[in-house]
């Protein structure tokens, strides 16, 4: 399979979720609450395309999977696209775009607050995303503005984590790899500081 065309089968696979989730709204399968739905499930699969990225490169140093690193870039921007549409339902049919209902809702529920914060953070990668945006700043200062996606990851997590109030086991499942995902990053980190020094 040629690059063009894995990435294209990709990028529709990718759009799926959303439009399975829009199916199933108009179609009025999705519960007695189909907006909570709506803005729950377009969180969780930001979450996951952002798990997905993170795991780009532990599988290519511990498979040698390197056919993943031209899809990386592609996943970050459909976890930015997935954030913004679970952003854009709580703003429009959770708060009906009231501004001081918004900022009263950030102050008074901290899993909105941890949300609002990873989504802000995600948007300097997604501006930042492109070679043009990367020849600019440069290798190191891009860098440093991309390692903000760890903390996002947490962030993410644990808005989700909070969010759920009685079944934690899908959220926990999401900490559980993120820390994996994050170990294994820190274990390499350690191992070159190691070796440098």
């Known amino acids: 399979m040629s690059s063009r065309l894995f990435k294209g089968s990709l990028f529709t696979i990718f759009l799926m979720p959303l439009v399975f989730l829009l199916l199933g709204f108009f179609n009025e ?5 189909p907006i ?15 798990l997905i990225s993170l795991s780009i490169s532990p599988l290519r140093l511990l498979f040698g999977w ?19 549409v679970h ?5 429009w049919l959770d708060q009906f775009f009231n501004l001081g209902d918004i900022i009263d809702d950030i102050i008074e529920r901290p899993f ?6 990873s989504f802000l953070a995600l948007i300097p990668l997604a501006v930042t995303s492109n070679d043009k945006m990367k ?6 200062r891009w860098k440093r503005i991309h390692s903000l996606v760890y903390f996002i990851g947490m962030g993410g997590a644990l ?7 009685k079944d934690t086991t899908e959220p926990l499942i999401y900490i559980t790899i993120l820390v994996i995902l994050l170990g294994i990053r820190l274990f390499r980190y350690g191992r070159r500081r190691l070796i440098s020094f």
Not at 36 to 50: C, H, P, S
Not at 112 to 117: K, Q, R
């Open 29 to 33: 399968q999705l519960g007695a609450n």
């Open 36 to 50: 909570e739905v709506l803005t729950r499930d377009t969180g969780q699969w930001a979450l996951r395309f952002l």
């Open 66 to 84: 390197h056919f993943l690193a031209p899809i990386r870039r592609m996943v970050g921007l459909y976890c930015f696209f997935y954030a913004s």
């Open 87 to 91: 952003m854009l339902l709580y703003i």
């Open 112 to 117: 909105i607050t941890i949300g609002v914060i």
């Open 135 to 140: 020849k600019h700043l440069g290798p190191e």
């Open 159 to 165: 808005h989700f984590f909070m969010l759920v109030k």
